[in-house]
């Protein structure tokens, strides 16, 4: 393996590696049969031993260290992978995992221990969940929704055409090959049939995420593989039972398609409660901010088991539960636990995606195997044949309802995306005894290692190859966002103009019952009058005031446009404002940033609970509490820009444009408001005039909303400064008149 | 009877080919177009005025203007007529075409900037060529404007905000005193380069065959 012929500047890490993951096998190992030393029962003395300093007592703590020491050993592995540089290119991590599980299962057999097998309970309740949950919360709903047709054909047709295809041609196979396979009988391979026919999520994901394909096919091949859960839960469901019967009737067969969509709308329905039961609990959480991502993650994890006692699809149920919950939940959650739920989920589901692929490998190993040749060979090309024919049979009658095609290149990737993976294994895995149980099992564990390995490591140079498009890297801008908000606005326009209700038209009316009803309900507070592009407007700024602070405030400037190269050019009145030295300027500024420095340190009561109020925290806060801070911040900036700018002159060091931390749009922009002032006819009550009032009204108009959230940011609490105390009289009325406009509207 | 059918077929026709819709598209475009205007000849801004989907819509009034706006009928007139022909009618609707598979990229390219153009026209109101920072804000405005109280100074920010962007994009180094006239359709179609227009601003006409791809310019 690559792990130890690598050049020797980079050797301690990997030997430590290599050492450790030794270690740590062997460990849990011997821990099968350590001896008990230790006393236990200090109650029996018979005579007096001596006081036990230490003592061994491994059995106590046995379980959990042994699953400790299982996801230590598949992080280290993870961590290993990326230190390698050019392995971890060309080959996905999902195939280093497995062969590192079948590294680790033949070093367990070696040593004579039983290696522990993807059991189907840890699998099921532990493993896939966090995967699937973290999938389903950041699913894209956009495109998702716009393609949901197409999804559908794909996982339903399309999974059915593959399973009773396999099925079929299976059992014409076994019959004619006859010998140790003849005793196969037609409902056995159906049931085969419906197992290995399924695209599995995880294996889609683990390989695709690391292709960047473009979302259209990245949604299509993975909202399959989300969406076809239904089908194979009622295909393996009714073959199982039927199996063991031996005959199926007309009357099964109907009951069969009912089940499915029991299972199906069943399953969604459980995961829209629990995500609406979500929403509307997050709506009252502002005051025990630090159990905000629990909830996110119990109800999820409740959706998915309700719906796993029903026998509905536990899958379906909890992507319909993140989807539902999330945008009411991220307009209610702070800032940080938005980004713990999302870190939390991304954490669990890399842990569970690394475990499943190790423990694969290891089950390999360990599991009993029965190689049929015909059998086997016979499965790994069946699938890709019936895979190919079914995307392109379902594509051309797809595309007759499609308003932008799938183009061969489409076609292509849809196709060869459709990996197998551990799902299969598992639901193999719970066949109960089965005479071919271990048949089916080498079979399907052969399909797996061959579409994770074969086709995994292809489909990067194909997509290179044939030149697929990729994701974009960048963020959505604000103009891609307006024109989105547009385009809706104008297609569905003319729908109405065409008279017909296209689907632009339920949409419209979709997001209309949305912010008139449930909005009102999930959401807490004024947000929930929020339109989508303040929002959007308002995320995007905070985001990009979060990066002038990390980067260091007066580092490097985003370009050198600012407000002043838009707006028309007007005179502006001369000012009188005494020109200060630069020394005195000096002074000033290290008064006022000393002032917010310390603001900033100051604390609240210490509660191990409390998360430290910080610039970054409340995006809800208390309204009054935030015009407070924006006067004051106001106060400070203007005193900063009418000490540094003078008369209408802007000196250029764009150093100077950024005075405070994270706030270079905002000064850039006001540096020049000066001249702004007197365009536009909204400028806000222009009567007012003092040398003071002269900060434009574009100042605190633009920050009813943008900088409600950004003044935040500016040290908190009160600054004291003593100098703003005679400026401040004059202005709180005008300041308040202006900032009237509530802050989230 | 037969004979004034005969010519409206051959009307059709020639509005088929000229277009790309197929025959049946374009007949049920007649008579969604003879329902709009009472059967009349043309329709005004008074008859899509009254139409009941486009209450709740925010761009209502753009959208009535485009129909209207001579610019969009690629004769290389300006300006708005007051009332439009079936004709005219068809050649906006034109605008909302999906690409077809047999495409190739220049076509999709050449779709592309047409849907850009239509998108750039109904911004420009002025018809200088620009979409100044007014015009911009107005369209922010007129979006936000069915959203609830938003007042003014939110659509302003997002407005500016914006254009700020556009200009970053498209001349990033301006000095301090120069000023950026506006968004020219060069750049319009730099920023909304990755919303890829030709997939995205179609809507589905009844009975989806399309066989050709021209709109009105022959190619």
């Known amino acids: ?745 | 009877m037969g004979a004034s059918q005969t010519r409206t077929e051959d009307v059709f026709q020639e509005l088929s080919d000229k277009t790309g819709f197929s025959l049946e598209q374009i007949r049920i475009l007649h008579k969604r177009f003879r329902q709009l205007s009472g059967d009349e000849d043309t329709i005004s801004k008074e008859n899509l005025e009254k139409i009941q989907a486009l209450d709740k819509n925010p761009i209502r009034n753009q959208i009535i203007e485009a129909f209207f706006d001579k610019r969009n009928q690629n004769d290389g007139e300006v300006g708005s007529s007051r009332e439009i022909g079936f004709q005219q009618f068809v050649k906006v609707m034109c605008h909302f075409k999906p690409p077809t598979l047999k495409m190739t990229t220049e076509d999709k390219e050449a779709m592309r900037r047409e849907k850009l153009r239509f998108l750039f026209n109904m911004h420009d109101t002025d018809n200088d060529g620009t979409i100044t920072l007014d015009e911009y804000r107005k369209v922010v405005e007129e979006l936000l404007s069915k959203s609830g109280a938003i007042g003014l100074e939110a659509a302003k920010a997002i407005a500016d905000a914006a254009m700020l962007e556009v200009a970053s994009i498209n001349v990033p180094h301006m000095e301090p005193h120069e000023f950026y006239e506006g968004i020219t359709f060069e750049h319009f179609e730099q920023i909304l380069k990755g919303l890829e227009m030709e997939s995205r601003m179609n809507i589905r006409f009844l009975d989806v065959d399309t066989s050709t791809m021209h709109c009105g310019k022959s190619q």
């Open chain 1, 1 to 745: 393996m690559a792990l130890s012929c690598h050049p020797l500047g980079s050797f301690p890490p990997r030997l430590s590696v290599c050492v450790l993951l030794i270690v740590f096998v062997a460990a849990a190992s011997a821990s099968h049969d350590a001896p008990q030393d230790g006393t236990h029962d200090p109650t029996n003395v018979t005579h007096k031993k001596g006081f036990p300093v230490l003592l061994f007592n491994y059995d106590h703590v046995r379980t959990p260290f042994e699953i400790s020491l299982w996801i230590l050993l598949a992080l280290l592995m993870k961590l290993g992978f990326h230190v390698i540089p050019r392995v971890s290119q060309v080959v996905p991590e999902s195939c280093l995992l497995i062969v590192v599980g079948l590294l680790v299962g033949g070093f367990i057999k070696a040593i004579g221990e039983k290696a522990p097998a993807l059991d189907d309970t840890l699998f099921f309740l532990y493993l896939l969940p966090p995967i699937i949950l973290d999938a389903g919360y950041f699913l894209p709903v956009r495109p998702f929704t716009e393609n949901v047709g197409t999804i559908l054909v794909f996982a339903v047709v399309g999974t059915l055409w593959n399973a009773f295809f396999m099925g079929g041609v299976m059992y014409g196979v076994c019959w004619l090959e006859g010998g140790p396979l003849a005793g196969v009988d037609l409902l056995s391979c159906l049931l085969f049939g419906s197992i290995v026919s399924a695209v599995d999520p995880v294996a889609v994901l683990a390989v695709f995420e690391e292709i960047h394909i473009n979302e259209l096919l990245h949604i299509l091949v993975f909202g399959e593989s989300l969406l076809n859960d239904a089908v194979t839960v009622v295909l393996y469901h009714l073959f199982k039972e039927f199996s063991a019967v031996g005959t199926v009737t007309v009357l099964d067969g109907v009951l069969a398609v009912v089940c499915f969509f029991v299972v199906s709308l069943g399953g969604l329905l459980v995961g829209a409660i629990y995500g609406v039961l979500g929403a509307f609990t997050s709506r009252f959480t502002s005051h025990t901010r630090v159990i905000e991502p629990l909830f996110v993650f119990l109800y999820s994890y409740m959706a998915y088991l309700s719906a796993e006692v029903f026998h509905l699809s536990g899958i379906m149920s909890l992507i319909a539960c993140g989807v539902t919950m999330r945008p009411y939940v991220e307009a209610n959650v702070s800032h940080k636990s938005y980004t713990t739920i999302k870190y939390f989920l991304k954490m669990w589901s890399s842990v569970s995606e690394t475990l499943i692929f190790i423990f694969l490998g290891v089950s390999t190993v360990a599991g009993p195997h029965a190689w049929n040749w015909t059998f086997v060979v016979v499965t790994v090309v069946l699938c890709l044949v019936s895979r190919v024919m079914g995307v392109i049979g379902l594509t051309y009658v797809i595309n007759k309802f499609r308003i932008v095609k799938l183009t061969k290149k489409d076609q292509f990737i849809v196709a060869y995306g459709g990996l197998r993976g551990a799902i299969a294994y598992s639901l193999g895995f719970l066949l109960p005894d089965h005479p071919m149980k271990t048949l089916f099992l080498t079979a399907i564990i052969t399909v797996v290692f061959f579409t994770v390995f074969v086709q995994g490591m292809t489909i990067r140079p194909l997509v290179e190859l044939l030149a697929v498009k990729k994701k974009k890297e960048t963020r959505r801008s604000i103009n891609e966002e307006i024109h989105t908000q547009f385009l809706d606005h104008l297609l569905t326009g003319i729908e109405g103009v065409c008279g017909h209700y296209g689907h632009h038209h339920w949409k419209d009316k979709l997001n209309r019952f949305n912010k008139t009803y449930v909005k009102r309900w999930l959401i807490a507070g004024e947000r929930s009058m929020e339109p989508q592009l303040i929002s959007f407007y308002n995320k995007m700024e905070m985001r990009q005031a979060m990066m002038m602070v990390e980067s260091g405030s007066s580092a490097k400037l985003p370009g050198l446009i600012s407000m002043q190269n838009i707006q028309p050019k007007v005179e502006s009145r001369g000012r009188t404002i005494p020109k200060i030295s630069k020394g005195r300027e000096e002074e000033i500024r290290r008064i006022l940033r000393s002032n917010l420095q310390q603001t900033k340190q100051r604390l609240r009561s210490y509660s191990r609970h409390d998360l430290f109020a910080d610039p970054f925290e409340d995006m809800n806060e208390n309204l009054s509490e935030m015009r407070f801070r924006k006067q004051r911040v106001e106060m400070e900036r203007r005193m900063s820009h009418y000490l540094t700018v003078p008369a209408n002159r802007q000196e250029t060091p764009p150093v100077r444009r950024v005075r405070f931390e994270s706030d270079d749009q905002e000064s850039s922009r006001e540096s020049s408001g000066v001249r702004a002032r007197n365009v536009g006819p909204n400028s806000s009550p222009a009567d007012a005039i003092s040398v003071l009032e002269e900060s434009p009204p574009l100042r605190p108009n633009r920050r009813s909303d943008g900088g409600a959230r950004r003044s935040a940011e500016h040290g908190a609490q009160a600054t004291d400064d003593d100098d703003d105390a005679e400026e401040e009289k004059g202005e709180p009325q005008t300041q308040a008149r202006r900032v009237s406009d509530p802050g989230p509207n």
